[in-house]
């Protein structure tokens, strides 16, 4: 499901967007490496085809790196020597973790 911006937004609005969407990639990241391994340049196409998030280029390479640091990733080479990354079970149990506090923001702020 993709979100389409409305023409009248509001900056805490528009923050709250960027915060839950690009400045958290490293879930929307895990969740395309749970159905298939890919190289950085298909994580970003799924990105905007997903998601509906455009990142910039670099961007993508970035988080990869900060998450294969953390040990949220591993990564090997192909045989055409691109980096094909796949979550580790530490980068799924905090995956579910953000999921499930997600899911506590939405009942205790949104359901009363």
Known sequence: MEY????????????????????NLWIYIIRL?????????EVLKALRERFGINPATVTVYVVLYKMRREGLVTCTRDERGRVIYRPTEKGLMYWEKAKEFLQYILKTVFES
């Open 33 to 41: 490496l749970k159905e298939r391994p890919m190289y950085a340049y």
């Open 4 to 23: 389409v911006e409305s023409s009248e937004t509001t900056r805490a609005f528009e923050r709250f967007v960027e915060k839950l969407t690009k400045e």
